[in-house]
């Protein structure tokens, strides 16, 4: 796959700020910064730890240590054919990447499916998370329809034609019309990066198997509503309120399983990582700051 030498130079400044490691025996890259106490920040699909390259800085510069690491399957992560791509399977994943490296304790931040991934972990995991900060993601799982571009790739033949007929200025567009309110805040060849390094190696194979791994159940929903409740730890939302995807009544559902009065509202769509990074990195600096 061809990649225009703009974008390429793009993703390798990506590259350079990070380094590969190597946990449960899937290489991955992970981009840190900083000192002070530990952020992991999860990202969903159809992105990669590149969704946070503008949030790590400004977190950085607040006295944390932000750390965002590639899950199987996406980004400049390793895409084993043989790899459990459910949200279980990544969950357990992201426990021994964690471990691998070397966060004892962290202030989780989770985005998209990220959220369901980052949520098990930290159900299993109490003791081992200072603080939550959910973004836009999924709590109420269990009959959840995939918004209108993402509802293909669910389906055997359907996903590998949808997938095929992507194109970098396709891809472009429906980033604009979905996930980012301020179109100047992104140029189209930061967006190129996305659509390259989600095809990177095996044309996307292991993103179809994760989307089709979704675990839309009334047990995995149940699971995350008794685990949350019992969370010993202080949990904010921090929504992009203009989401066609996951828009305010998923913002409800994730009010009323986590129990959370008053969420953060942004002027953003679904990657509000892209037009709000000062203000997300503020939101998790503030929580954060009584706790070290």
């Known amino acids: ?54 949030v790590i ?32 399977g990544l969950a357990g994943w992201t426990g021994e990447a964690i471990d691998e490296l070397g966060i004892d304790r962290c202030h989780l931040v989770v985005h998209d499916i990220g959220g369901p991934v980052g949520f098990e972990w930290a159900i299993r995991n109490p003791e081992r998370v200072l603080s939550l900060t959910v973004l836009n993601t999924l709590t109420k799982v269990a009959g959840f329809r995939r918004p209108w571009p993402m509802q293909p790739f669910a389906f055997r033949g359907i996903g590998e034609l949808w997938l095929a007929s992507m194109r970098p200025r396709l891809n472009a567009e429906l980033f604009y019309l979905e996930g980012i309110a301020d179109r100047s805040a992104t140029s189209r060849r ?57 828009g305010l009544d998923k913002l409800a559902d994730a009010q009323e399983m986590l129990e959370i009065e008053h969420p953060i509202r942004l002027p953003a769509k679904h990657f509000l990582q892209e037009d709000q990074a000062p203000a997300i990195a503020s939101a998790i600096a503030d929580l954060a700051a009584p706790l070290g």
Not at 78 to 85: A, G, K, Q, S, T
Not at 218 to 231: D, Q, T, V, Y
């Open 1 to 54: 796959m061809r990649v225009p030498q703009a974008t390429r130079e793009i993703i390798a400044v990506h590259q350079a700020a990070g380094r590969r490691f190597e946990a449960g025996g899937v290489g991955s890259f992970v981009r840190e910064q900083g000192r002070g106490s530990a952020v992991v920040l999860m990202h969903g699909v159809p992105t990669s730890s590149y969704l946070y390259r503008k």
């Open 57 to 88: 800085p400004d977190l950085a510069g607040q006295g944390l240590r932000p750390t965002a690491f590639d899950l199987p399957g996406l980004g400049l992560a390793d895409r084993p054919e043989d790899f459990d791509y459910t949200w279980s």
């Open 190 to 246: 930061e967006l190129a990066a996305y659509y390259y390094l989600l095809k990177r190696v095996d044309r996307g194979r292991a993103f179809l198997k994760i989307m089709r791994g979704f675990e839309l159940t009334e047990e995995k929903e149940r699971f995350f509503r008794e685990g949350l409740a019992e969370r010993p730890y202080p949990t904010r939302i921090v929504w992009g309120v203009r989401d066609p995807a996951l």
